[in-house]
């Protein structure tokens, strides 16, 4: 199972809203050959270390590709800044951002690009309460956990709340225009 993280903050050019942003990077994903087989519901969250920066939409999707982890996370790079991502400070707003929460069962250290699963995964709601819609029996590979005992294990409540619309009809069933 291929796991993508989606969030945003700052709305992107050309888009009505964090959600639509989101939306529209599925869509590019299987435009560019990415399956998305699976979605989560969509997520609100506050910024991630705590800060006064705008609370985040998130989301998780799971894929198929042919891509290795490492052309996998080229071809994110190339969709994030088609969205506008610019890297700069460490967790700044972001108007894109996706990350590859697992690929398969593998497991890579820290010399890898990419480090898989995500190396601080098992820390964050915004992507644990995603995972568990779309695998509630996912466990991590590397350590066994199940994505419940996680969430159950998170070091202090953070508050997440699921969106009342996080899911649509055909067409616009990711928050993307139609």
């Not at 939409?57 to 982890?69: A, D, I, P, R, Y």
């Not at 707003?93 to 995964?121: C, F, K, Q």
Request: proline share 8%.
């Amino acid at each position: 199972m291929i796991i993508i993280g989606l969030g945003a903050n700052i709305k992107a050019q050309n888009f009505n809203s964090l959600r639509e942003t989101c939306g529209a990077a599925m869509a590019e994903m299987e435009h560019r050959g990415l399956k998305i087989k699976s979605y989560s519901s969509w997520y609100q969250s506050p910024p991630w270390p705590p800060s006064d920066q705008p609370w985040y939409v998130n989301g998780v999707c799971e894929v198929t590709t042919k891509l290795n982890s490492k052309d996998l996370l080229e071809q994110i790079f190339v969709i994030e800044r088609q969205f506008g991502r610019e890297r700069s400070v460490k967790n700044a707003a972001r108007t894109l951002d996706l990350d590859i929460l697992a690929y398969n069962r593998m497991v890579t250290g820290s010399e890898s690009d990419p480090i898989l699963p995500h190396p601080r995964l098992f820390e964050r709601s915004f992507v644990l309460y995603p995972i568990r819609d779309i695998a509630p029996d996912w466990h991590h590979p590397g350590t066994g956990v199940s994505v419940s005992q996680m969430i159950a294990d998170l070091p202090q409540p953070i508050e997440i709340r699921k969106m009342a619309d996080g899911r649509g009809s055909y067409g616009t069933e990711w928050g993307a225009p139609a």
